[in-house]
T-cell receptor, first 114, second 113 residues
């Protein structure tokens, strides 16, 4: 099955700084790469995703970059704000899976201080 | 348009008991996945249901079982509860054609004493 690792496990930044979280995966057939955000006591929510036919996708202050050769993808948040404080999970999906079950990393806790 | 709804939101059981958790998927979705999220951990995949059948299963013992009904709603059953089963149980729905994006419910918080 898919092995997923996220780094760092915790990240503290000042408001306005950039934050980068990296996710490595083991299944070379993975073709879908999402990032989920989970605020304290709330449900995980998709914030951005990318498919294997593109290398980068951007949505306002958030971007995801993909390096399929090296089997990793990264979440980039620019101009961080206190409301970005949350736990972020990557959850790559393998092409050879019969279903659409995402396997989540252990998460990165981002703290943005003002 | 209702999102994913789960019930109950909180419940307390004792070791050895059995529990049933329920999930109604987002309108238009036909696939339901269940996840267990222990405190401070990422969601761990339990199993996924599509067309009333278990399509995929994670590394969970047979004490964990499920069901999907013709209206796509789903149940998660856990037998012989252990203290370690205490967790937030998340249901997520998706449209099988659009592989990938999951919509999560708020979860059922299970405490086993």
């Amino acid at each position: 099955g898919e092995n997923v690792e996220q780094h760092p496990s915790t990240l503290s930044v000042q408001e306005g700084d950039s934050a980068v979280i990296k996710c490595t995966y083991s299944d070379s057939a993975s073709n879908y790469f999402p990032w989920y955000k989970q605020e304290l006591g709330k449900r995980p929510q998709l914030i951005i995703d990318i498919r294997s036919n593109v290398g980068e996708k951007k949505d306002q202050r958030i971007a995801v970059t993909l390096n399929k050769t090296a089997k990793h993808f990264s979440l980039h948040i620019t101009e961080t704000q206190p409301e970005d404080s949350a736990v972020y999970f990557c959850a790559p999906l393998g092409e050879d899976q019969a279903g659409t079950a995402l396997i989540f990393g252990k998460g990165t806790t981002l703290s943005v201080s003002s | 348009d209702a999102g994913v709804t789960q019930s109950p939101t909180h419940l307390i059981k004792t070791r050895g008991q059995q529990v049933t958790l329920r999930c109604s998927p987002k309108s238009g979705h036909d696939t339901v996945s269940w996840y267990q999220q222990a405190l401070g951990q990422g969601p761990q995949f339990i199993f996924q249901y599509y067309e009333e059948e278990e399509r995929q299963r994670g590394n969970f013992p047979d004490r964990f079982s499920g069901h999907q009904f013709p209206n796509y709603s789903s149940e998660l059953n856990v037998n012989a509860l252990l203290l370690g089963d205490s967790a937030l149980y998340l249901c997520a729905s998706s449209w099988t054609v659009n592989t990938g994006e999951l919509f999560f419910g708020e979860g059922s918080r299970l405490t086993v004493l």
